[in-house]
């Protein structure tokens, strides 16, 4: 017997593919990206308010969640970096065969976060 109500998804136990996985976490660090901006320009303008603000502001990102969260936007930077060269290649139709996406798509995957382990000295 069909019914036409409506099917509830638990998204926690679907299986997506490595795609969209990339494709999400492409959109989730862009957010990450655009909420992280007025914290840094309010950190900045601080900075640049004289020496006691620029001992403050240096402060602040002596902190060690503030360093934690470093390291996660420059693992947003790259991964949005790289999932968006990867989306415009996609688009002009170039890697769409199903290995070829999933390839690219774990090379993202794992490329964004090698970078930034190996460039985490930059990031501290």
Do not use: C, Q, Y
């Amino acid at each position: 017997m069909t019914t036409n109500r409506p099917v509830f998804l638990d998204f926690w136990h679907l299986k997506l593919p490595i795609s969209g996985l990339v494709s999400i976490l492409h959109r989730i660090s862009g957010v990450m990206l655009v909420v992280s901006v007025p914290v840094l320009a309010a950190m900045f303008a601080l900075a640049l308010s004289g020496p006691e603000g620029f001992a403050t502001s240096a402060a602040f990102f002596d902190h060690p969640l503030i360093i934690v969260a470093r390291l996660l936007l420059g693992w947003a930077v790259l991964h949005h970096l790289f999932a968006g060269i990867r989306h415009l290649f996609l688009d002009l139709g170039w890697g769409v065969e199903l290995p070829v996406a999933r390839t690219t798509a774990w090379t993202v995957l794992f490329a964004a976060i090698v970078v930034v382990i190996v460039g985490g000295g930059v990031l501290l």
